[in-house]
């Protein structure tokens, strides 16, 4: 799962594609003609990749996340298989979606943590931790899945709270960008004749509930 931000005015001409963190002990880099390749040099993966003067080979607009098209891709796959480094692919699929609550149960090493199987999908169920107080089996909610940038730029990545992986994240509307006051407590509820799998981008607000 490979994600592409590009910020001319904060970075420069550079896009910067990731599929993941590293600790600060953990990262190592080379650059070779103008593409510097991140990676882990305990285990020597791939995690990133900065495409310096990237605009004398695709042309992007705007600031943040980039979704490239498939020519684009073709482009930088080409040059990465050039320099002799690992290629890429991407997922433009909307990756904020309505799910269901399949199950939810509390977690044995936490006094608020829940653990959900959360549906997105007729074959597609994460489990997700989540400490919100209002979750419960049999609900519809928000989901940003991995690799979802939110509104406030912070990438979701499959993580693991007290011992147990999660894949995931149940939403508030705060986390949306939709309460910017933080008035509302807790994840949004969906109306159950939402079907899961919808783009948040498709919602309509007055079908956003909460307890």
Sequence with gaps: MWICFYNPKGVGDVLMVTRG?????????????GITRIYNKETDNTMGYNFHSISDYIKLEGSGQVHLSDEQLDTLNQLLYEKGFE????????????GYVKSCVDHEDSDHLHITETQVGEDQTYQIVCGAANVHQDMKVVVALPGAVMPDGLVIWPSELRGVQSSGMLCSAYELGVDPEHKLQGIIEIKDDVPIGTPFSELDLSSLTTD
């Design 87 to 98: 290629t890429i692919s991407t997922n433009n699929d909307p990756a904020i979606v309505v």
């Design 21 to 33: 963190q590293l600790q600060k002990d953990q990262i190592a880099t080379e650059t070779i003609a």
